[in-house]
């Protein structure tokens, strides 16, 4: 007999379900790459409506727009930031010209520049503001003589107090403009025959039912694919609002051109055979990274990734990647080629500054007539680096008219001419946009302080290296000079070393101050102020450990005063051992080569009896991170940290998440360019340090700050 049903055999255990954890998971059910793609099938079709409505081409803006065009549609591209549109921070970007969207208005007499932000906004910065800049000031500088050109921005997303404080920043933005691009108006302005007018369109806008005409100027139709959504990610049956945003944290290597052509096996395949299905398609789709593209007004400088590059064609060849490029073909063993050793991401614009030394005698050995030689420059990306040389070139070989001149002699140098060449660049594609480590480099290299010496040729690379053929080897493209493993060359010293002899010669004590915030009521929030010292540190001779025999260490010691937020006082005292390590081997446990990059900071728990009581954290590789000019820097990982102007400052997160008994401890570190011996001698040093603790009894974040002159 059936046993009749109880309350349990009704209610979920609570120790199994929570709210919490069933709401999580049925936001990531709805956030899934089938539900993303598609919503922006959903929202292409009103893309495409839009069009056809106006009668006017389909411009992506960057990167989310191309997702809401399909392939055939697409006529163009635009970089056009919203972070430029930030309120109190509108900007004109000289990096950003978008001057290619005048060829398409030619054209077509205007286009729709599509764009979509994600839930919580009616419309993306870029297009309510962003946009609306850009117009305004292109208006008033080449239609200066027909009336003062209002700005223009969506009354229903922007207010009249933000309006009227972006208006009074037109005079300056025109300003830079006209600085910068005085010499092309004349060319501009044979492009455009009437002002611009942005218009914005939305789902919930009423679209016209035929298209309109415009007589007094060329419409910029502002198109924002996604309709609102204004309630929870559950609230839509499975539609996301601005799905294709943010595409690295849920495409999985999927892209626009990929999605548009495999549309049909792409949403008829399950959930869980997606990430295999992307991965097969990109893997077919993958073939030459970047088509070579013509730097204007010159008819023989290209700039091109160095992926699967096609030297076909080229004369001339300057790659900026770690390695030499290598070749199968015989044609490419007669080209001229220097290669400039750059490592990857932003660790190579440093690099530049020194390469760049090579670039000087490399053109003077080219030919009489330069202008009959095609030069290709490539780097990993085709879009940073490369651009960096590209601009180089531009400023101190290349006339007014584009054409070569060996003599370097072209120009008198300073900030102002260096802008007006990047414009060159910007123009001729877009997003060449180098980073700002990259033109950082390039200005150095164009206008070196006089009051320091220049920066000497990396050790093993001198003027040998400018060659007139490629050797047909293993290597083809290496130059006639000892291999690089003869001539080894230190891209970088260790910074690990370099942060421990900072810590370890600083015999000043270091001020810091603490700031603990706590989940729980019953773990005090509060700061801590106080000081650190470091000194020199032996373990018990009764200690063995690889560590203690083999490596330096120091022993970490502070004292301070705990304030709670309720006011009560404590005094707080603790140590730790800070060792600089070696990385083992993975076959048998011994450690690697005598090589920097392997080296690494750990901490260790610090017993007054053991000596090394355990280990704490370890630090993971070190990064260089980008930091505007007096603003903030802020990553998903940590809060916001206010930095200095020009300062560099690296970061780096614990190799692996540490349990410390029931409690999970989770490390990151922030070190200026002071105590990586990068700043400006006299600089005040500084370096952060934060853990995020979860366990049973603990849920609080620790962040210090330490820092002396």
């Not at 089938?34 to 495409?48: A, E, P, T």
């Not at 679209?207 to 100027?217: A, D, V």
């Not at 390039?442 to 007139?468: E, K, V």
């Not at 930091?627 to 970061?651: A, C, L, R």
């Amino acid at each position: 007999m059936a046993q009749p049903l109880t309350q349990s055999d009704l209610i979920f255990p609570t120790a199994s379900l929570s709210i919490s954890s069933t709401l999580s998971s049925l936001k990531r059910s709805t956030l899934s790459i089938h539900n993303r793609l598609s919503s922006i099938i959903s929202d292409s079709k009103f893309v495409g409506s839009v069009s056809h409505t106006y009668g006017l081409p389909l411009v992506a803006n960057e990167r989310c727009g191309s997702w809401y065009i399909p392939l055939e549609k697409k006529v163009g591209s635009a970089y056009f930031k919203s972070t430029d549109g930030h309120t109190n921070e509108w900007s004109f970007s000289l990096r950003r010209l978008n001057m290619q969207i005048l060829d398409i208005i030619e054209e077509f007499g205007g286009c729709v520049i599509v764009d979509s932000t994600r839930r919580g906004k009616s419309m993306p910065d870029a297009l309510s503001k962003t946009i609306p800049i850009w117009c305004c000031v292109l208006n008033r500088a080449l239609f200066s003589d027909s009336g003062p050109h209002e700005l223009y921005t969506p009354p229903t997303a922007i207010s009249k107090s933000e309006h009227a404080q972006m208006e009074k920043r037109m005079s300056a933005f025109l300003k830079q403009f006209l600085d910068i691009c005085k010499p092309d108006l004349p060319e501009l302005r044979s492009k455009l025959k009437k002002p611009l007018r942005p218009i914005w369109v939305m789902q919930n806008s009423t679209l016209p039912e035929n298209p309109p005409e415009f007589h007094e100027f060329c419409p910029i139709v502002l198109c924002t694919a996604s309709r609102r959504v204004h309630g929870g990610e559950m609230s839509e049956g499975g539609y996301i609002q601005g799905a294709a945003d943010d595409h690295e944290a849920w495409a999985q290597g999927l892209t626009p051109p990929i999605f548009w052509k495999h549309k049909e096996e792409l949403l008829g395949t399950n959930e869980g055979d997606l990430p295999d299905l992307i991965g097969q398609l990109a893997k077919q789709e993958k073939g030459p990274d970047v088509v070579p593209i013509v730097i204007k007004p010159t008819q023989t400088l290209f700039i091109s990734s160095s992926g699967n590059v096609n030297l076909q064609g080229f004369n001339v060849v300057i790659s900026c990647t770690p390695e030499p490029l290598s070749t199968t073909r015989k044609e490419d063993l007669k080209k001229k080629y220097l290669h400039l050793r750059c490592a990857t991401n932003k660790l190579g614009s440093r690099d530049l500054r020194t390469q760049l030394l090579h670039l000087p005698s490399f053109f003077s050995s080219l030919s009489t007539s330069p202008n009959k030689d095609k030069i290709l420059i490539c780097c990993p990306t085709g879009k940073d680096f490369s651009i960096g040389v590209a601009l180089a070139v531009l400023c101190l070989y290349t006339k007014e008219d584009g054409t070569i001149d060996l003599t370097g002699t072209v120009a008198k140098l300073n900030k102002t001419f260096i802008k007006q060449r990047l414009t060159w660049i910007s123009n001729s594609g877009a997003g060449l946009n180098p980073s700002r480590e990259t033109l950082k480099a390039i200005n150095a290299f164009l206008m070196p302080d006089p009051s320091t010496s220049p920066p000497s040729p990396p050790p093993g690379l001198n003027s040998t290296l400018i060659y007139t053929g490629l050797e047909d080897s293993q290597d083809p493209l290496n130059p006639k000079i000892s291999k690089p493993e003869d001539s080894p060359v230190t891209l970088h010293s260790s910074l690990p070393k370099t942060l421990f002899h900072t810590l370890q010669t600083t015999s000043a004590p270091w001020p810091f101050t603490r700031t603990l915030t706590s989940a729980l009521p019953t773990h005090p929030s509060g700061t801590v102020t106080g000081t650190a010292t470091f000194t020199p540190y032996t373990p018990p001779t009764s200690i063995s450990t690889p560590s203690s025999e083999a490596h330096p260490m120091l022993l970490y010691a502070e004292e301070g005063e705990f304030v709670t937020t309720t006011n009560l006082r404590f005094t707080a005292r603790q140590k730790y051992i800070y060792a600089l390590n070696k990385m083992l081997n993975s076959t048998d446990g011994t450690e690697s080569a005598e090589t920097p990059e392997d080296e690494y900071i750990s901490v260790y728990f610090h017993s007054e009896t053991a000596g090394l009581d355990g280990l704490f954290v370890e630090m993971g590789p070190l990064s260089l991170i980008p930091v505007p000019g007096g603003s903030s820097h802020e990553t998903p990982s940590e809060p916001k940290v206010m930095q200095g102007s020009e300062e560099e400052v690296w970061e780096a997160q614990n190799r692996e998440q540490h349990l410390c008994g029931a409690d999970l401890y989770t490390a990151f570190w922030k070190f200026g360019g002071g105590m990586a011996g990068s700043a400006d001698e006299g600089e005040a040093k500084w370096w952060e340090v934060r853990y995020k603790v979860k366990g049973p009894k603990k849920d609080y974040v620790s962040r210090t700050r330490y820092s002396r002159a």
